[in-house]
């Protein structure tokens, strides 16, 4: 054989893997190709390889690993310690390895802007009295004291009526003394679904006012829910791009530490949308962002405004749409179709009508968007339910199985699902609608969800979990409403108890109905596997395997077998975004 010809065919796997190698698109290369020993010698020199004391990957083909090699930001091999021997490309002591390694976790339901204020405003989560409120807002002032202008109001979160007294605050509530009087206030109930206002700001509405919108309610003075909101928020200086850009990198750092890689923001507006396409070329951009569209006035139709975006990178995704059904049980919002067990003569509020919620969807779903539908009582969700059928059956004529056409094309989604009436989870298998829940939220509800709705409605519609698992939930924490752990989340749904006390309502470790919790492998899924599969992204997140981004977070011991109370307490030692480390605990 000519010298050319054998240089040719000695050195053609090397080119062609350089070619591929660059352009991401290494796992076509045939496995003979792998083998070959000049092309292992290559591959390293574009690859770096990480090895653990296991990987656990989620992957179908391949569960569990101990090394994998990332190239262009996204896993080229997964293997186990039985290759290290024939690699020729590195040396790795199985002995000296340390950690325990995931997939990158995923927050199915949060607000990444709404997070980074309240790590710039006055948390007031956990607050159990109005005196305790108040102390935490003189103190906040005082370390803020430029804030409380008109052009700069104080803001917080987290409050609850239900600890001053089963009253609703009012606004003369926030005139604290001289040290904080007239200042400009506006604080958001835990659930964020009332707001509660100061004298300063209920001077800049107009008098008499304006007749209240449908789907809103003034409960006392000061204290604005649902749609009765837009009445102060049209008021309220919002903050500029420096802020809202404050905002987000904050939040992406605290939800790294958590080992959050991914997360699945429920309503973003157009403004900020082009926000957050600008930041997502930036290096602390660090978390996988899939955006809901929110119009600027909610329950809209906006679609000139907005466009749909999925980033080389993998960073920022834009192909969903956020409609609103109704409020929140804990403010008696949540629209129910039998009366409230404890407030007979209120079932509550939709925030938008059958026919509108209806149309709305079928106009986003002919334009290509996903439509997921805010639903927490059980005729909100009966409604979304509605909404979803029609659509599916206009999208879909010529398929009789509209399961799916609902799995292949649309993937519609409740967001909460948190009281169906057993009818309408029948309807939800039948058509394969995906239910988008948040486990810390039926912990957190589960001191007061029986009063609202009877011991009977809250055995059959509340909470579900397990008996919804066939249509692989997408678990979040609705952050900031509730913390963005997914520990905790893993614990809530795993032992149906509180992460904060480790308790149930009755102050036991039975658990609140704990024939609804989760196994830890299908909750582990439900921030992982299922939240790529609710965007369009499965076999990309999630898992860690060939093609799919690297993204995976290292924890000391593996999760499996861990003490369930363990998981309240869990900490994350490494978390890697595009085979890049983003997180590092301190000490490591």
């Known amino acids: ?58 992957s179908t083909s391949s569960p569990e690993a101990e090394c994998f090699s990332v190239s262009n930001g996204r896993f080229s091999r997964v293997f186990k310690d039985d290759l290290i021997k024939q690699d020729l490309s590195f040396d790795a002591v199985k002995e000296a390895r340390v950690g325990y390694v995931y997939p990158g976790l995923w927050d199915g339901h949060g607000h990444l802007v709404q997070y980074g204020e309240l790590l710039n405003s006055v948390d007031l989560f956990g607050s159990k009295s109005m005196a305790e409120v108040q102390g935490r ?30 009253a609703w605050p009012i606004a003369s509530d926030l005139e604290i003394g001289e040290a904080f009087k007239d200042q400009y206030v506006m604080l958001d109930r835990v659930d964020v679904h009332c ?43 919002k903050p500029g791009k420096e802020r809202k850009s404050k905002f987000l990198k904050d939040a992406m750092v605290e939800l790294n530490k958590l080992g959050i890689v991914g997360m699945h923001d429920a309503g973003v507006i157009p403004g900020d949308l082009k926000l957050y396409e600008e930041l ?19 329950n809209t139709f906006c679609p000139s405004d907005v466009k749909k975006i999925s980033t080389a990178d993998g960073k920022f995704h834009v192909r969903s749409v956020k409609l609103f059904g109704d409020g ?44 997921n539908i805010h639903a927490i009582g059980d005729l909100a969700n009966r409604l979304a339910i509605d909404a ?68 009977q409605r809250t055995a059959d519609e509340a909470y579900r979990m397990r008996s919804i698992l066939p249509l692989c939930p997408i678990l979040g924490s609705d952050f900031p409403v509730e913390p963005a752990s997914v520990f905790e989340g893993i614990y809530a749904a795993t032992t149906r108890r509180s992460p904060r006390t480790g308790l149930d309502p009755r102050g036991g470790k039975t658990g609140w109905y704990p024939e609804e919790s989760l196994t830890f492998e299908d909750a582990l899924k439900g921030f992982t596997v299922n939240p790529a599969f609710g965007a369009f992204l499965d076999g990309r997140a999630g898992v860690i395997q060939e093609g799919a981004w690297a993204d995976w977070v290292v924890l000391d011991q593996p999760l499996e077998g861990l003490d369930l109370e363990d998981f309240r307490h869990v900490t994350v030692r490494e978390t890697w975004l595009s085979g890049k480390l983003v997180y590092q605990r301190p000490g490591h």
């Not at 948190?418 to 989870?425: R, S």
């Open 1 to 58: 054989m000519p010298m050319q010809t054998f240089l040719f065919w000695v050195t053609l796997p090397i080119l062609l893997g350089v070619v591929l190698y660059q352009n991401g698109l290494e796992t076509f290369l045939p496995a003979s190709i792998h083998e070959y020993a000049g092309f292992k010698i290559f591959r390293s020199l574009f690859e770096e390889t990480h090895c653990y004391a296991s990987v656990k990957t989620l």
């Open 137 to 166: 807002l003189v103190q906040y002032k005082v370390a803020h004291p430029e804030e409380g202008t008109s052009q700069h109001w104080i803001r917080g979160v987290g409050w609850d009526q239900a600890y001053f007294g089963g």
């Open 195 to 237: 707001i509660w206002v100061s004298d300063k700001v209920l001077e800049l509405l107009p008098l008499p006012l304006p007749e209240l919108p449908a789907g809103g309610e003034i409960v006392a003075n000061g204290v604005f829910c649902d749609n009765a909101m837009e009445m102060v928020l049209e008021h309220y200086p």
């Open 280 to 298: 997502s070329n930036d290096a602390d951009w660090t978390v996988r962002v899939n955006a809901m569209i929110e119009c600027d006035t909610r």
């Open 328 to 371: 929140a049980l804990g403010s008696w919002g949540s629209a129910m179709l039998d009366p409230y067990s404890d407030k007979e003569t209120s079932t509550g509020s939709l925030l938008v009508n059958a026919t509108v919620l209806s149309s709305l969807t079928q106009n986003w779903a002919a334009e290509g968007y996903q439509v």
């Open 388 to 455: 979803f059928e029609i659509t599916l059956k206009l999208q879909c004529p010529d398929i009789t199985n509209l399961k799916q056409c609902q799995q292949e094309k649309f993937r519609f989604r409740i967001e909460h699902a948190q009281i169906i009436h057993p009818d309408d989870q029948r309807r939800m298998f039948e058509l394969g609608i995906i239910p988008s829940i948040q486990p810390t939220h039926a912990t957190s509800d589960m001191g007061y969800a029986e009063s609202r709705l009877g011991k």
